[in-house]
DNA sequence: CATGAATGAGCCTTCATTCAT
DNA sequence: AATGAATGAAGGCTCATTCAT
């Protein structure tokens, strides 16, 4: 279930406009209400009533990816080694983001448009905090890594990934490459800081 | 001398714009020469005569700094230590990065709009090159590291700092840290990859 | 139907904004979409959807009498006396062209704006093609006169009517004296040349 | 003598801009002062202490030309043959007008800037209504043709050259054509009107 | 519910002209 | 006399959003 529940054409349209805005976002260009509704063929207002903003339909597009990472957060807290489970759900999240450009900046920004946005979102953080933790009693990571850092640090890495450029394969090789190295830096105790 | 020499009423006209410009720069917002002239409280066309376009003016703005990062990297190539040259090289760069706000754009675009920007970042990645390899040769740093990673990751620890969000001054000390736990994974040799 | 179909407002301001285009025009105003829009009352981006440039405008402005002159080329088809066929219809052309001065420039435009415009032009240009040959069969036409001089020639006298001045009556009188010398500089052939 | 009498200095400048401004007119660019002043590596306000406005400038670039067709008006007066004398002068216009695109505008134009071009014009005119009257004397000339439509006919020939296009060299040839014709038509005197 | 026409603020840019140096 | 920086009005165009149909 989407939303409450909408007419069946009413779906076929949201559906429509969702696929839309999820090109235009792997292709870069910027949301423009308007030109999702052209795209559509649909009106303008027709894509308004469903998304009253570019960020509420951005969100949109991102939902399905945040709830695969809330997913493999789960499976990672059922793991019994918690730096492989650290490590396996930051993999999944810096892979997320270079995959599917809708994440990073809804990963970012300081407010959501959607509850849904902002519930997943705290289930991530959540399971991050949760696996960090864990991670932590273990003494495997610095003590100054705190769970408020590992969304920043990931959309650190996605962002280093778009400045460096490449294809869409060697970005994802590059993003595995840079979490590696970051990954090296939070277990290691600090030797002398 | 900022050009080749100007007239006097011009060039403090010339300061203005450019103070303008970095005060804009550093609350966010997005540099437009229009709004610039508003605010400098000269006609549009003076700002126009002055920059071209925004991303010059963004770049003249970026320029003491890039000139400054120079002359660290100078500096740096003098140390008889090739890890503590790198690790002081790059702390400047992410300090900076964090400090002055027209930096980073200017670091991460493709194509500069003025020739002295070319120069200058081609001599700040020359610099992080000769120090990238005199490092490497000493056995210090993860042979997957290559020079054209270090733009990049610099962008992204600024980019995390800007997600982390937080006063000015913590911003700092965040940045540092994320840079100390880079290079911690910059330095170690990958152990099973 | 002026377009495929349009509401019954839009049509309303469509009119609108054709009926201030064509006022401009014979008052020798240049089109600029922001004046129509002006003095039509309406915002400037309905101007700019109804008619993307002026051109397209001033096309529209031009199209009514593009089609009568098609309309009176069919008919000079159907003359028996090729000559009496040739003169009526370039009489019925120079008279356009002095009384609707949208036509003279979108007749001389070597590109159109809208297609419209071209089928229109080349109807025209088809129909001229014909009448001259005709005429030309009957020897009553000097050889050294193409078909791709009549639209320059109707242009030239619009042309030098303006530079003459004068009432719009009297204009009229000249465009006809004008073309009388012209049709008795085409009948005649080159005596010694 | 150009003006009154020019320092050395001033009267190169002047020089210079005035064949600038007879490239720029040749290459169909509209005259724009300050462009005039860039190109010419010049202060804009020089060039507009020479030449208060486009106009000014324009017409100054016309007047070799004008005094040419004068001079040759006066030529035309000495020639016996009354009809030849006008053909050769009316052949000398369109040619001057095809070949200095400077000309047609000023001739076109209802009000001078430079006193020099009105009296030019005026000295044009009174040498083709001369030439008119000795032609017409002869029986040559349909009676209803006056002098005022000398100058409105040559400049419709110079814009029914333009329209119809070409090489410069074809349209030399193009607006001798017309002319022919034109001839033509202003010799005989009209049949059944 | 769906439509898409209308809106108008707002940005960018150019140009003729003036005036301090 | 020469310079060229400064001006600011004016035009071009886009876009997010509303509202009548």
């Known amino acids: 279930m ?5 007419r069946k054409d009413a779906a076929r349209n949201w559906d429509r406009i969702v696929a839309i805005a999820r090109d ?14 052209r795209r559509a063929g649909l009106g303008v207002a027709t894509v308004y009533r469903h998304f009253a903003t570019p960020e509420a339909l951005l969100e949109t597009v991102a939902t399905p990816c945040l709830e695969d990472l809330c997913a493999h957060g789960q499976h990672a807290l059922a793991d019994s080694d918690p730096w492989h489970a ?37 289930s991530l953080a959540s399971a991050g905090t949760q696996l960090l933790d864990r991670a932590r009693d273990t003494g495997a990571v610095r003590p100054d890594l705190a769970a408020s850092d590992l969304v920043p640090l990931m959309c650190g890495i996605a962002h280093a990934v778009n400045v460096h450029g490449g294809t869409q394969a060697s970005r994802i090789g590059t993003a595995h490459r840079y979490l590696a190295m970051l990954l090296e830096g939070m277990r290691t105790a600090p030797p002398n800081a």
Chains 1, 2, 3, 4 share one sequence.
């Open 86 to 122: 650290l490590e396996s759900f930051l993999s999944q999240i810096v892979e997320a983001q270079v995959t599917d450009a809708a994440l990073a900046p809804v990963a970012a920004a300081a407010t959501d448009a959607l509850p849904r946005t902002t519930e997943l979102k705290k």
């Open 2 to 6: 989407t939303t409450t529940q909408l």
């Open 24 to 37: 235009l976002v792997a292709e870069g260009t910027a949301l423009q209400l308007n030109d999702v509704a």
